[in-house]
Structures are given as C-alpha cells and as structure tokens.
C-alpha cells in the first residue's frame, strides 16, 4: 500500500488526525522508496509508516506499509 496526498488526496484524509513524534530523534525515520518521504511516526509504532510535511509538520504527506 502506498497513499499519497498527491495521487490521492480523498483517501489520506482518514489519517489526518494522526500526529508527528515530537522530536526528530524520536521519530521512526523510515523512508519510503522512490521519494523524499520519511516516517515521522515514533520509534516502534504499529500501523503503517507516515510522513508528514508543510509547515511544522502538520499535514499527512503519504502513508505506506512494510511492503513498499
């Protein structure tokens, strides 16, 4: 699975309410292949991976799992 806010802007919405970790450090930092996405979810998380991206990072940029 792979959902981007690009190619599809309808589906990412039910992530919205999911926020970044707080810090860099503690954040998953697992990139998605093929792009400049990294997971800025917190270190052990379950679910899939998501990026965030605009202005303080509050905006859900993609979302994928282990597979992609």
């Known amino acids: 699975m792979k959902i981007t806010r690009n190619e599809n802007p309808k589906e990412i919405k039910q992530y919205d309410h999911i926020k970044p970790a ?3 450090s503690h954040q998953c930092q697992r990139r998605l292949r093929g792009s400049m996405f ?3 979810q917190p270190l052990g998380h379950s679910g899939p991976h998501i ?3 605009g202005l303080f990072k509050k905006v859900v940029a993609a979302v994928w799992d282990n597979s992609t």
């Open 22 to 24: 707080p810090t860099f």
């Open 38 to 40: 990294m997971c800025t």
């Open 51 to 53: 990026a965030h991206a």
